[in-house]
């Protein structure tokens, strides 16, 4: 085996492991131009979809602009780790049009918990932002220094303490098991 094919072989292993990573991955770590912020997608045709960035929806990270580039990092299913990093080409996908309403039914399907499942892709259309990301090359190599950052702040809080007898119940439970 020659060394281009040697090479072409490699990448052809490392976009396999991306796709298959990502498939199987609920979540996944993408970065624009400010820092990562993980994202539920649907791997359809060859590329992650994400929505967002409208009411109800996930907000998607900051600086993904039409045209321009995004890391995605791809994290186990099982374990949380870091499997596979690609770097993507961005591409907004224009409501209504013939491969937006592919990815709309693709990302419907997978939504979980919609308030309005049947209105979902009007809204979508109207407030919402339907992203494509491509990769264009693949990492395998795990970094040398700890990639943990500080939480993004959040408006996300829970709805109200727990109740003061809920410790007492839960500890009687174990008690007597």
């Known amino acids: 085996m020659t060394d281009a094919a040697a090479t072409d072989a490699a990448g052809l292993l490392e976009r396999a492991l991306a796709e298959e990573a990502t498939k199987k991955s609920g979540l996944v770590w993408v970065r624009g131009s400010g820092p990562a912020r993980a994202v539920w997608h649907v791997w359809h045709e060859g590329a992650a979809l994400l929505v967002g960035g409208g009411p109800g929806e996930q907000p998607l990270p900051e600086g993904l602009a039409d ?36 990815a709309v039914a693709e990302l419907k399907g997978k939504r979980l918990n919609a308030p309005d499942a049947e209105a979902m892709p009007e809204r979508w259309a109207s407030t919402c932002t339907v992203v494509r990301l491509t990769p264009e090359a693949v990492s395998t190599a795990l970094p040398d220094t700890s990639l943990a950052a500080v939480p993004l702040p959040t408006a996300a809080t829970t709805r109200e303490p727990a109740p003061a007898a809920v410790p007492r119940l839960l500890l009687k439970r174990r008690r007597k098991g």
């Not at 299913?77 to 937006?100: N, Q, T, Y």
């Open 67 to 102: 045209g321009g580039r995004a890391e995605v990092t791809v994290r186990s299913k099982d374990k949380g780790g870091r499997i596979v990093a690609w770097s993507a080409a961005i591409r907004f996908l224009a409501p209504r049009s013939e491969e937006w309403e592919a």
